[in-house]
């Protein structure tokens, strides 16, 4: 069998024969572990007839990975250095396919229509570039792709926010946007030695399945997501304090009062202890009051 790109070895050789040095700024960490790429590939279940959309493809550790156990696959690569590396890396693979561009820049959906077929299992599987993690997963979901799931490294902080409970000190607006699109869970826990170079993170792979329905349904998604945001805005205040400070008028303090106790939440808890249906319940009835 042939031997892997990601081994310390094969890593070594490709980036000194490409003369290849690590941009920061694009959170350039690469795997060099096989018991982990085995690991973020088995997560998203995938089958041979499975098509996966990868970000960051990297010199190829993760793809070659993906493309063993797929159909198809897409890599959205920003740096421009690593296509001709990749075209060597992935010449094995040629239902792998590297595009050249910021994926937070591409119409990901022309692209599944391009590249896969119509109905086909689909999941995106990455490493991810820790400078862009929230962005690009917030993208993926806002973007309402057809895709099963996404199976992703991240910073350890972030997954912990992502799959975290109401009341708890990682609860925040990101884990109720993440949680309204799709079920968080944390698979495995990574150290920094398996990557080059060592990030100064730890860091963790974690599953997003996405919901066939949004957790709750709401009147208006971005006015749900406006009243999570102004209830954390500052955490240590009270729900009363932040939202009358952010998002409900002086004069209106009387309804605001009226509808929080017809909803049977106290304005003295924190935006942390509210639950994504209180937060749908409560963004409903503040609708005609703000908007
Ligand atoms: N997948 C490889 C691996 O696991 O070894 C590399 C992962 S590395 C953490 C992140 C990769 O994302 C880098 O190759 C980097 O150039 C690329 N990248 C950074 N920002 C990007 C963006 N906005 N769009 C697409 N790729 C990006």
Not at 26 to 47: P, Y
Not at 149 to 163: N, T
Request: aromatic letters at 6%.
């Amino acid at each position: 069998m042939r031997k892997d790109i990601s081994t310390p070895q094969s890593t070594k050789a490709i980036l000194e024969k490409h003369g290849f040095t690590f941009k920061k700024s694009l959170g350039q960490n690469f795997l060099i572990d096989r018991n982990i790429l085995n690991n973020i590939v088995n997560a998203a279940d995938l089958t041979e007839d499975s098509g996966v959309i990868e970000i960051g493809p990297g010199i190829g550790a993760l793809t070659e990975f993906i493309a063993r156990a797929s159909k198809k696959a897409v890599a959205f690569e920003i740096d421009q250095r690593l296509l001709p590396i990749l075209k060597e890396t992935l010449a094995p693979y040629p239902h792998v396919e590297v595009i050249h561009s910021d994926v937070l820049k591409a119409d990901i959906h022309q692209v599944i229509r391009e590249h896969f077929e119509e109905g086909q299992d689909l999941m995106v599987v990455a490493n991810l570039p820790y400078y862009v993690t929230t962005p690009i997963i917030m993208k993926l979901l806002q973007d309402k792709l057809p895709i099963r799931g996404i199976v992703c490294m991240i910073q350890k902080e972030v997954a912990d926010r992502l799959a975290a409970s109401p009341g708890t000190k990682d609860y925040n607006s990101l884990s109720i946007a993440i949680q309204y699109y799709a079920t968080a869970e944390t698979m495995i826990k990574v150290p920094k030695t398996v990557f080059v170079p060592a990030p100064n993170v730890d860091s963790s792979v974690i599953k997003l399945t996405i919901r066939k329905e949004p957790a709750v349904n709401v009147k208006d998604e971005e006015f749900f997501f406006e009243v999570v945001r102004s209830s954390f805005a500052q955490r240590r205040k009270t729900l009363w304090n932040n939202l009358t400070s952010q998002l409900v008028s002086k004069e209106k303090k009387d309804e605001l009062l009226s509808i929080l106790e017809k909803l049977d939440i106290d304005p003295k808890r924190r935006g942390e202890t509210l639950t994504i249906e209180e937060f749908g319940k409560l963004a409903d009835s503040l609708l005609p009051l703000v908007k």
